[in-house]
């Protein structure tokens, strides 16, 4: 094979090169389940796939341990969350801001702000992270035994949600104060998969708190589905979320019709709208 004499060294490309790719980019808020790290291989892989479509993906480390017991599994669990339940309240206020106080550093640094799209800042939420997201965006969390409620912010330059086995509490103790009340303001864009034998995240507690909310929701119901990982159904949960995503986030009216006109995802598992 032969090469030119005035063959040069590869180079960066020039700027009129360069001014071809999109100035600015959507920006997804990435918060991890419970006890999690955004470092672990299974919330690495969803980055590394949300990036691949163009999302700029934003994780902080939650440190959820550092602030209250993250296990209940005896009696003297049990007497911690009756004795100490504000520490745990405190756990889950605290995501949110952290949350807020990570778009607030992006967005102040010179090396980043120029490429973030404040029209297209988007939130990805997993088992307690989902229910991060809506306190994020004015959600009321419960704050007492007795089931009442507080908002723990609003921030509204969050402008679609997506999650996956979102929390939304127990029959005993729901996320949003009593019969999930505290979502009845939210008007965000929201997305859910959940799975019909999710024991941690019950479906019934995330379709409560569906129901309640003012805005455009969807709730993706996951025959047989429990909570955790759930590799194989992976791939048909983010057709529903990039094709939310692109309806709800980036203007796209070819993937709103098709979010319109869906019920499942072909050839995936026995998953319902």
Excluded at 95 to 112: K, N, S, T, V, Y
Excluded at 163 to 178: E, I, K, Q, W
Excluded at 221 to 228: A, D, E, I, L
Aim: proline share 5%; net charge positive; charged share 25%.
């Amino acid at each position: 094979m032969s090469r030119s004499s005035d063959a040069r060294p590869c180079s960066w490309p020039s700027r009129r090169l360069r001014r071809s790719f999109p100035a600015r980019w959507p920006l997804l808020l990435y918060s991890h389940g419970l006890g999690g790290s955004p470092l672990s291989e299974s919330y690495l892989l969803t980055m590394a796939r949300f990036a691949s479509h163009g999302y700029i993906v934003a994780a902080p480390f939650h440190a959820d341990a550092r602030i209250s017991r993250i296990k209940l599994e005896d009696l003297g669990d049990a007497a911690y969350l009756l004795t100490r339940h504000e520490e745990l309240v405190e756990m889950q206020a605290m995501r949110p801001l952290a949350l807020q106080g990570l778009l607030d550093h992006l967005l102040a640094r010179p090396d980043f702000e120029p490429y973030i799209d404040t029209e297209r800042i988007a939130g990805f939420g997993a088992s307690l992270g989902g229910e991060a997201m809506l306190l994020l965006a004015g959600g009321e969390l419960t704050t007492s035994l007795g089931q009442s409620r507080r908002q723990v912010l609003k921030d509204d330059r969050l402008r679609a949600i997506v999650t996956f086995v979102p929390y939304s509490g127990v029959s005993r103790l729901p996320a949003f104060g009593d019969d999930q009340r505290g979502t009845a303001k939210l008007d965000v864009p929201y997305l859910a998969v959940s799975g019909t034998e999710d024991r941690i995240a019950p479906l019934s507690m995330t379709r409560e708190a569906v129901r309640r909310m003012r805005g455009t929701r969807y709730l993706v119901s996951v025959k047989g589905m429990g909570h955790g990982a759930n590799l194989p159904i992976m791939d048909e949960a983010y057709a529903w979320y990039l094709t939310f995503l692109d309806a709800n986030l980036n203007g796209d009216r070819a993937a709103l019709s098709r979010l319109y006109r869906a019920s499942n995802v072909i050839g995936g598992d026995d998953d319902k709208l």
